[in-house]
């Protein structure tokens, strides 16, 4: 069964989040790039949050997950461990599993969901639409 894309796993190491799916991406793209910036420009991140992200993810575990090597006369480079790559493979294998898990509830639960028209407006239920002359624009 693909994942389904709107469930959210993270793992909390001390009450803050150790590995998500923000992190998972950003170590592939690291892993795929060999680099923290490239792998930022290809998420739409900035630079320095992925730097934040990588000094979570290193501080997090027992044994770093991304080694950075400083610029230099040929640029400086990222690479992902043998641990990172291991983490990343077993959170997307926990990813699939949760969502394997709820499948069933899943496909009960989404009957009750009202059909997408493309955009949210102000189709919500309760939800009263102004008119009259107090809506629109004053006249003078």
């Known amino acids: 069964m693909a994942r389904y894309p709107g469930l959210t796993l ?16 950003l170590v592939a793209a690291i892993d ?6 490239a792998a930022a420009r290809s ?17 997090s575990f027992s044994q770093p997950v991304v080694l950075t090597a400083t610029g230099g006369r040929r640029g400086g480079g990222a690479v992902v461990t043998a641990m990172g790559k291991r983490l990343v493979k077993h959170y997307r294998a926990m990813e699939n599993k949760a969502s394997s898990a709820i499948s069933g509830d899943l496909r009960r639960f989404s009957k009750h969901l009202r059909k ?7 189709r919500r239920p309760g939800r009263i639409k102004p008119s009259g002359p107090a809506s629109g624009p004053r006249a003078t």
Do not use: C, E, F
């Open 10 to 25: 993270r793992i909390l190491a001390d009450r803050h989040p150790a590995m998500g799916p923000g992190k998972a991406q």
């Open 32 to 37: 795929a790039t060999g680099s923290i910036s």
């Open 43 to 59: 998420m739409g991140m900035s630079y320095r949050r992925a730097w934040q992200l990588v000094d979570a993810l290193n501080a």
């Open 116 to 122: 997408s028209s493309g955009g949210r407006g102000d």
